[in-house]
């Protein structure tokens, strides 16, 4: 486990999956990431890379050959080396390997850096390519925030605020796969109430989000989180069933559509990276 702290924060790091494990501001005495409890789902916030979501029967087809990836890729599963430049910053590296190479033929340079910037945690992603040809890769994140219930506080007293948006439209997950049916969801005053009936069915997932800053709140007091991303152009609202967690999950790609015909070069969301070239996103996150 590795630490990283100042004044405001301590946040607690695992090099398998360079998963942020623990976020625990000092100030109000509180954790915020999900416990990572595995009678619900035994994750705290993993890396979803080469692809985001599910491929259409777990393959994908390039230049005329199949390969196969797990739902959210194999990033989370491997060992990350790592570099902590100070007591408030870390960088986790991962490159391609004989095993990576098997089922994802490109060589990248994946690196994540965590910051701590006062009160907040930065988290940025950086996908280099060190070949002459074009990598084409997805990313995206799985944060898993906790929302303490019992003292008088219930799953059903928070919500969610979205900065910039008034109605949500949402798609289906159908056999992990992205369905063509929308359900709209209305916001009063941009808030949405949460309870555990809106995940039985698996994650919404959108593609026309306009917020760019997500809060997390509750009726009961004043503690919460600010979540803020930019130039994601999906993201994922997610919990295991009846579970006392929400995640907030921007992404840089999306799960194949039911009809997609599993060409990697033509999957939604593809970014392609030309050779020699660098690619950067980035989150934060505030607790108060």
Not at 26 to 51: A, C, M, V
Not at 91 to 100: A, C, N, P
Not at 269 to 279: M, R, V
């Amino acid at each position: 486990m590795i630490i990283l702290e100042n004044t405001n924060i301590k946040a607690s790091f695992s090099t398998k999956g360079a998963e942020l494990q623990s976020l625990y501001n000092k100030n109000t005495e509180r954790e915020y990431l999900w416990d990572g409890n595995p009678d619900f789902w035994g994750k705290y916030s993993p890396i979803l890379f080469p692809i985001v979501g599910g491929l259409k029967e777990n393959r994908y087809i390039l230049e005329g050959r199949e390969y196969e990836l797990p739902r959210h890729g194999f990033a989370r599963d491997h060992q990350f080396d790592s570099k902590q430049l100070s007591e408030t910053e870390l960088i986790f590296i991962l490159r391609q390997s004989s095993g990576t190479f098997s089922v994802y033929p490109f060589e990248f340079d994946l690196l994540i850096r965590y910051e701590l910037i006062e009160e907040q945690l930065r988290c940025t992603y950086e996908v280099n390519n060190p070949a002459d040809n074009p990598l084409f890769f997805s990313i995206g994140a799985h944060p898993a925030f906790a929302i303490p219930t019992g003292r008088n506080l219930s799953y059903t007293d928070y919500y969610l605020e979205f900065n910039k948006d008034i109605t949500l439209e949402y798609h289906k997950i159908k056999h992990d796969l992205i369905d063509t049916e929308t359900i709209t969801l209305p916001l009063k005053d941009g808030k949405l109430p949460l309870k555990y009936e809106l995940f039985y069915d698996d994650a919404l997932v959108f593609k026309t989000l306009k917020s760019d800053l997500i809060s997390l709140k509750n009726h009961k007091n004043d503690h919460g989180l600010d979540f803020s991303f930019k130039d994601f152009p999906y993201f994922g609202i997610w919990a295991a069933k009846n579970a006392d967690f929400i995640c907030l999950e921007p992404w840089c790609g999306i799960a194949d559509g039911v009809h997609h015909n599993q060409q990697l070069k033509e999957k939604e969301g593809i970014i392609t990276l030309e050779a020699q070239q660098e690619w950067k996103r980035s989150w934060e996150i505030r607790s108060f």
